[in-house]
């Protein structure tokens, strides 16, 4: 059995004023869901559209984040999500060290 790799990268996705929050502290605690669940909650490139079409659908001015996974080390986690498919979850803040870089949606 061949093994791939997790991603290096994943994008969180943020509305304006969450990202200029995060922009203001240089860090993100996470969106309610995410304070909620106890992890701030990533998509890898090939999750993010079915992630922004499920739970972000209608909406405008989002901002997609793009994350250096390595940077954060041990606090990402990837586990079971939806349809079984493994997304990456962060335990813990997220630094704005950590974003590669951001685009409007």
């Known amino acids: ?11 969180k996705i943020l509305t304006t004023d969450q990202w200029a929050q995060f922009q203001a502290d240089e860090v993100f605690h996470g969106a309610p869901v995410d304070i909620a669940d106890g992890y701030i909650h990533l998509s890898s490139t090939d999750q993010l559209a079915e992630t922004l079409a499920k739970h972000f659908a209608g909406q ?3 901002v997609i984040a793009e994350v250096d996974l390595a ?9 079971v ?6 997304f990456p979850h962060i335990y813990g803040p997220l630094p704005m060290a950590a974003v590669l870089g951001s685009r409007a949606t």
């Open 60 to 62: 405008s001015g989002l």
């Open 1 to 11: 059995m061949i093994e791939r790799a997790n991603p290096t990268t994943a994008y």
């Open 71 to 79: 940077v954060l080390s041990d606090s990402v986690k990837w586990e």
């Open 81 to 86: 999500s939806r349809g079984g498919a493994l």
